[in-house]
């Protein structure tokens, strides 16, 4: 079989060998064009941070599970695939209140956000015009800066409307531990020291169970009221600060200046290794075509077909022999020939 297979290769060497000649010249072309591809990037650094759950964590949709810089890449991906976040972008770059849907769909594929280590995402926009990449980048830095900034700031108003709820329930119930306390103590001569706590309590103090649970309901009654009054703080100022969200949202670099950028080796070998692959496919396909097809009898396992109870005796009256004419026929043709030369 061997032999048989070698055989049809060095007969049908052409038709063999074309479909790797095409394959080769096509991967060649795609080579030679993205080499020559070639296009302008423009990229920017963020510095991110997970928001506290008083200042919009839960509105910016926090994953636990990932770091801060995949939650804000994500957050940038999702906003890349909505139109109205695109066409904002694109009427702000391109000047103009018509978006076409190629350019939406440019805008989103040339668009990649990347996140770098645990803080840190980058933001590239690729394009043939030099002049826009950095623009693009910026525009969108800005536009996703105000759509976080209102979550944040909307998150930190209704959390400070919360807290403020409780912060007048819980300065009436620190005052209302705090005058117990000092009437308790008014009534009696031996407690002078008007810093007296649970820590500091005199061991001739000790045993007085009413004292003592007196100072732990101030305690615990100013714990709590100082841990809202913070909270409520913190929350009012990032809901009307313009600074509030600075501690989770900072721009460290601004967008570069246009650089080239080509595709990697790798990217550029995908096509033409494609290529080659379908065309040895296709030359593996006509070679098995022919090997079915071939009838051509070499070897006495050839005819195996026909039984291995046959006796093949000789291969010789197999081969195909020259043609010969009988003697009659060649000597009337060569008579008519002679009369046709003479008659003319």
Same mark, same amino acid.
Not at 147 to 175: C, E, W
Not at 289 to 318: E, M, T, Y
């Given at each position: ?78 906003? +890349? !695939? ?7 972008? %694109?009427?702000?770059?391109? &000047? #103009?209140? $018509?978006?076409? @849907? ?126 809202? +009054? !913070? ?7 990032? %809901?009307?600060?313009?600074? &509030? #969200?600075? $501690?989770?949202? @900072? ?94």
């Amino acid at each position: 079989m061997t032999y048989r297979v070698v055989e049809l290769i060095l007969r049908r060497a052409v038709f063999l060998a074309l479909p790797l000649l095409v394959g080769a010249a096509v991967g060649m072309f795609w080579l030679i064009e993205g080499r020559r591809d070639f296009s302008f990037s423009s990229r920017a650094t963020v510095w991110v941070d997970k928001p506290s759950v008083f200042s919009g964590g839960a509105v910016a949709d926090f994953n636990n599970y990932n770091s801060p810089a995949q939650n804000q890449t994500s957050s940038v991906q999702e906003l +890349l !695939a909505t139109q109205t976040f695109v066409k904002t972008v %694109a009427k702000t770059v391109d &000047g #103009t209140e $018509t978006v076409r @849907q190629d350019r939406i769909d440019q805008i989103r594929s040339n668009t990649s956000v990347t996140p770098f280590g645990t803080h840190v995402v980058y933001i590239e926009y690729r394009s043939k015009n030099a002049s826009e990449v950095s623009i693009m980048v910026k525009t969108i830095l800005d536009k996703f800066a105000e759509d976080f900034t209102a979550q944040v700031k909307s998150r930190a108003a209704s959390t400070a409307n919360f807290y403020g709820t409780q912060l007048a329930p819980a300065k009436i119930a620190f005052d209302k531990a705090n005058t117990a306390l000092q009437e308790y103590m008014r009534g009696r001569p031996q407690f002078a020291n008007a810093n007296i706590s649970l820590q500091n309590l005199p061991a001739n103090l000790s045993g007085d169970t009413e004292l003592a649970k007196l100072i732990e309901a101030q305690e615990s009654a100013k714990e709590a009221y100082s841990r809202i +009054l !913070a909270s409520y703080d913190e929350s009012r100022i990032i %809901a009307t600060s313009s600074e &509030g #969200t600075a $501690t989770y949202y @900072q721009v460290q670099d601004e967008p570069s200046a246009p650089f080239m950028a080509r595709q990697k080796m790798r990217a550029l070998l995908i096509r033409p290794v494609a290529a080659m692959l379908v065309s040895l496919m296709i030359s593996s396909l006509l070679l098995l075509l022919f090997w079915r097809l071939d009838r051509k009898v070499r070897v006495p396992s050839d005819l195996a077909f026909l039984g291995h109870d046959l006796q093949i005796i000789s291969l010789g009256s197999l081969h195909a022999k020259r043609r010969r004419w009988p003697k009659s026929f060649v000597r009337l043709a060569t008579a008519l020939d002679s009369g046709l030369r003479t008659h003319n």
